[in-house]
């Protein structure tokens, strides 16, 4: 049975997929006591297809970009669940590191990296704001055009 949060990110129209597997040497997530460490992920939907590929402010809008972010946070979500069982059980949303595939002179990492954040305090409430970094980077893993990584506390 969904609790609470996952009832809520239904009726925002949001189905939590399958967790992807790594695609390399580490694991998804990491448990240390209280706080849950979710590997970066990529902007890609329940099927594996990237939502956006290429670069910021080249071959993808800033809109293209904050909708992407935002796929990045529900496939943080479904590693969460994973994780946990129940998304009830995050205390707090601790921190989101934003990776952004940018055009040499692309400054909005900032804005694109706000679809991932709103949807965390969408789902969470005050729990769900959270401390963030974005940096711009030459390329990432397929050519997607955004990675998040996420550090959760837990009950």
Same mark, same amino acid.
């Given at each position: 049975?969904?609790?609470?949060?996952? /009832?809520?990110?239904?009726?925002?129209?949001?189905?939590?997929?399958?967790?992807?597997?790594?695609?390399?040497?580490?694991?998804?997530?990491?448990?240390?006591?209280?706080?849950?460490?979710?590997?970066?992920?990529?902007? @890609?939907?329940?099927?594996?297809?990237?939502?956006?590929?290429? /670069?910021?402010?080249?071959?993808?809008?800033?809109?293209?970009?904050?909708?992407?972010?935002?796929?990045?946070?529900?496939?943080?979500?479904?590693?969460? /669940?994973? @994780?946990?069982?129940?998304?009830?059980?995050?205390?707090?949303?601790?921190?989101?590191?934003?990776?952004?595939?940018?055009?040499?002179?692309?400054?909005?990492?900032? /804005?694109?990296?706000?679809?991932?954040?709103?949807?965390?305090?969408?789902?969470?409430?005050?729990?769900?704001?959270?401390?963030?970094?974005?940096?711009?980077?030459?390329?990432?893993?397929?050519?997607?055009?955004?990675?998040?990584?996420?550090?959760?506390?837990?009950?």
């Amino acid at each position: 049975m969904a609790g609470t949060i996952e /009832k809520k990110l239904a009726s925002a129209g949001i189905t939590l997929p399958t967790p992807r597997a790594p695609i390399a040497n580490y694991v998804g997530f990491v448990r240390t006591g209280n706080l849950i460490a979710v590997s970066g992920q990529i902007c @890609a939907d329940g099927e594996g297809k990237l939502v956006a590929k290429g /670069k910021l402010g080249v071959d993808v809008t800033v809109e293209q970009g904050t909708a992407a972010a935002r796929v990045c946070a529900i496939n943080l979500l479904a590693q969460l /669940k994973a @994780a946990l069982g129940d998304l009830d059980k995050v205390a707090r949303v601790v921190r989101l590191g934003g990776f952004v595939n940018a055009g040499a002179d692309f400054s909005n990492g900032p /804005k694109i990296m706000n679809g991932a954040s709103d949807l965390m305090v969408e789902a969470f409430g005050d729990k769900g704001r959270h401390a963030r970094t974005t940096v711009g980077v030459a390329a990432l893993p397929m050519d997607a055009a955004i990675e998040v990584e996420g550090l959760f506390e837990v009950s």
